[in-house]
């Protein structure tokens, strides 16, 4: 019995070299692939792509095809929030071949940005996608920066990771607020002195929510947008302070996203700093509200990034009550 066994193993072996010839290296993925873009560990989620060819190139966009199997074990949904975090892209050199090799993040983005979805064992052949002809150029580092990067990725997790604050007329990610424990106040600190405990109260928190959203006049171009921002918190707001600086200013930053919840994949596209204008007395009190318009320039606007989302900031306070209620979307047209 086992020398059947051998002799049926070495035959299969042998047929190996055979099989991989007759279907090109792409029968076996992983033997022709480059290293990932990112470092995502493999959960069960995996996309293979292959076969790159350039189809028409214009000076704003590329239209290229593709093969992409899902030879992960897990179905693939990147319309489903925070899946994209868990998938594996792996890149054969034909996209090299193609001259698309520094296009791998806007690939990626493109798929996550149209929902792409692929049942596991399942493959699409000669697929074709729209892509920014736009290189994602990340800034540079110094030594002493990738020093300490390094050292933090050694002892982090990825829910520690960091995600940077957005500034009007820049590509950054926007702030996404940390959602405290239901009826949590913020945490005491006490001070021991001999055998007794004082007690320091923090001062009462503020509480921003943004609220009413509606659009009022909207086009192709620019969309005019009424909103209400209330204070729910006990501590007051601060509406504008003693310069134009944003910091010391209450913020309306606006956002195009694919969903109407602030994530980071939302694209910044200005916003407003509330002025005397607006509201003469600086305090908002508990329970407060003003009511004010804004008008952006939407032309950024696409048929899959069409939802509009303001996100109220105010950089005077260093703890909130909640900073989940600051920002709220509507959908444009």
Request: hydrophobic share 35%.
């Amino acid at each position: 019995m086992m020398k059947r066994l051998n002799i049926l193993l070495l035959s299969c072996l042998w047929l190996l070299p055979f099989a991989i010839f007759a279907n090109g290296p792409s029968y076996i993925p992983f033997l022709n692939h480059i290293s990932p873009i990112d470092s995502v560990k493999y959960r069960g989620y995996r996309l293979e792509l292959t076969d790159f060819k350039m189809i028409k190139e214009k000076s704003e966009w590329l239209k290229i095809s593709f093969t992409i199997v899902n030879s992960g074990r897990m179905n693939v949904d990147l319309g489903r929030e925070g899946t994209e975090h868990w998938v594996v892209f792996n890149f054969d050199r034909s996209i090299f071949t193609a001259k698309l090799g520094g296009y791998r993040e806007n690939i990626k983005r493109q798929l996550i940005k149209e929902n792409f979805k692929l049942d596991a064992s399942e493959r699409i052949v000669g697929m074709e996608l729209k892509i920014p002809n736009v290189l994602p150029l990340p800034p540079r580092k110094s030594a002493e920066e990738e020093e300490i990067t390094t050292e933090t990725q050694s002892t982090s997790s990825p829910n520690d990771d960091p995600v940077s604050s957005v500034s009007w007329g820049n590509l950054e990610a926007p702030t996404l607020p940390v959602a405290l424990p239901e009826n949590s106040a913020p945490e005491t600190k006490t001070i021991a002195e001999s055998d007794q405990q004082d007690t320091v109260e923090p001062p009462p928190c503020p509480d921003i929510l943004l609220e009413k959203l509606t659009i009022i006049e909207e086009d192709d171009k620019w969309a005019t947008v009424q909103f209400t921002i209330t204070n729910l918190g006990e501590g007051a707001i601060y509406i504008f302070g003693n310069s134009d600086d944003k910091k010391d200013n209450l913020v309306l930053n606006a956002y195009l996203s694919g969903v109407t919840t602030l994530t980071r994949g939302a694209i910044p596209i200005g916003g407003k700093i509330i002025t005397e204008e607006v509201r003469q007395r600086n305090e908002l009190l508990q329970g407060e509200s003003l009511t004010s318009r804004i008008r952006l320039d939407v032309r950024k606007k696409t048929r899959y990034m069409k939802s509009l989302i303001l996100s109220a900031e105010n950089m005077q306070f260093s703890s909130e009550c909640d900073r989940t209620n600051n920002s709220l979307g509507v959908v444009l047209k």
